[in-house]
């Protein structure tokens, strides 16, 4: 849920500073934590251009736009957090993070993905499936609202 402008990847940011510059083609993504981030607002705002764009040409699927389509018209993307971000070392990165989503009922997906560095460009290559994070009650909720967990989603 976007608070007040702020971007969907949950940065703290305006979107217009933070992910848009990315999803429009403007900029590229500096560091695979950045890349994340932007897959995460461009499954928020439908972009499935930019999914395909940042997917490593290797791991593309050949019903990959459909796959996406699906998802994108079967789930709401709730939250975001960032559990680590390891900085890269050269050509490679991983960033471990907890998506939060409604499809039907309030999901989570948590993975430690792998990125790679070719060309000057950030690719999604991807990612382990980890168990649900356990959120704290006293942790901010993920949902962005800035009240804790036990006060807003956690109830």
Not at 65 to 79: A, V
Request: glycine share 6%.
């Amino acid at each position: 849920m976007m608070q007040k402008n702020n971007c969907y990847c949950q940065s703290n940011k305006p979107f217009q500073s933070c992910c848009k510059p990315f999803l429009s083609g403007a900029s590229k993504p500096g560091t695979p934590e950045q890349l994340m981030r932007s897959r995460f607002s461009a499954f928020c705002t439908k972009n499935i251009d930019y999914l395909i764009a940042t997917h490593h040409p290797s791991k593309r699927q050949t019903n990959e736009r459909g796959t996406l389509l699906q998802t994108i018209k079967d789930t709401q993307w709730l939250g975001l957090k960032i559990i680590t971000a390891q900085k890269p070392n050269t050509d490679q990165g991983h960033v471990e993070f907890a998506a939060f989503y409604k499809a039907g009922d309030i999901g989570q997906l948590h993975e430690k993905s792998r990125f790679i560095l070719e060309k000057h460009q950030w690719y999604y290559l991807d990612g382990e499936i980890l168990e649900p994070v356990k959120i704290r009650r006293n942790e901010p909720c993920w949902c962005g609202s800035l009240k804790k967990f036990k006060k807003c989603h956690g109830k």
